[in-house]
C-alpha cells in the first residue's frame, strides 16, 4: 500500500532529495564529500581568469556541479597561483615569533 511503501522509503537512512541530493530519514542533506575532477579545475580556472575573483556565484554556474561556497574554497585553498605550502621556513618561524613579541596577537594584524 502507499502507507506501508512511504514508511519504508522514510526508514532508510539516506534517500534522494527532490533535487538529487542525498537526505537522511528527516530530510537534512547528508554531507557525502567528493573529490574535484581535474575538468571542474580546469573550469574553475577559466572562470577565475574571466570573472575575477570577485563573482564566485557567476564562476560557480560556469564550474556547474559545485557551487559558489566550494568554488572559493578551493581556489584560495587549493588553486590560487602563488599559494605555498608545507613546512614554514626558519626565516618565517623567525619573523612570527618577532611579531608577536611586538604585540601582534591575531592573524589579522599579521
Known sequence: TAASASASSASSTA???GDGEEVDEDGNKVNNP?????EEDDKLRDAVKEFGEVNWKAIAERVASRNHVQCLQR????LKPGLVK?????????MLVT???EGFKN???L
Open 86 to 94: 608545507g613546512q614554514w621556513s626558519a626565516q618565517e618561524d623567525a
Open 15 to 17: 534517500a534522494e532529495g
Open 99 to 101: 611579531l608577536v613579541s
Open 107 to 109: 592573524w589579522g594584524q
Open 34 to 38: 567528493r573529490r574535484w575532477t581535474q
Open 75 to 78: 581556489w584560495k585553498k587549493v
